[in-house]
């Protein structure tokens, strides 16, 4: 089992900046990747972005060059750097580890994201 605590989310103004942490613990030899994706209500939930842990990272073209996706494999822990907010970045984000051999993905509590026009 892994275990996810995101933290970091808020309301910010359009053009401001957030960096949502989220620390793993638990069976972290199991973890192939980690990323973040975000919810709004009504709609499916969308990738963000993605490390793997080799530190190759993959964007949704829709937070390509204002978010980046870090990892410090010391603390176990995954950060999503958010610079120019848009108000259609407000959503749910949630930190996913994805475990070796196809198992389901682990998921975070999630935590808010607003951004104010």
């Known amino acids: 089992q892994v275990q996810l605590v995101e933290s970091g989310g808020g309301l910010v103004q359009a053009g401001g900046s957030l960096r949502l942490s989220c620390a793993a613990s638990?069976?972290?030899?199991?973890?192939?990747?980690m990323g973040w994706y975000r919810q709004v209500p009504g709609k499916q939930r969308e990738l963000v972005a993605t490390i793997t842990n080799g530190g190759k990272t993959n964007y949704a073209d829709s937070v390509k060059g204002r978010f980046t996706i870090s990892r410090d494999n010391a603390k176990n822990t995954v950060y999503l750097q958010m610079n120019s907010l848009k108000p259609e970045d407000t959503a749910v984000y949630y930190c996913a580890a994805d475990p070796f051999g196809g198992s389901s993905f682990y998921w975070g509590q999630g935590t808010q994201v607003t951004v104010s026009s």
């Open positions: 638990g069976s972290i030899f199991s973890i192939n990747a």
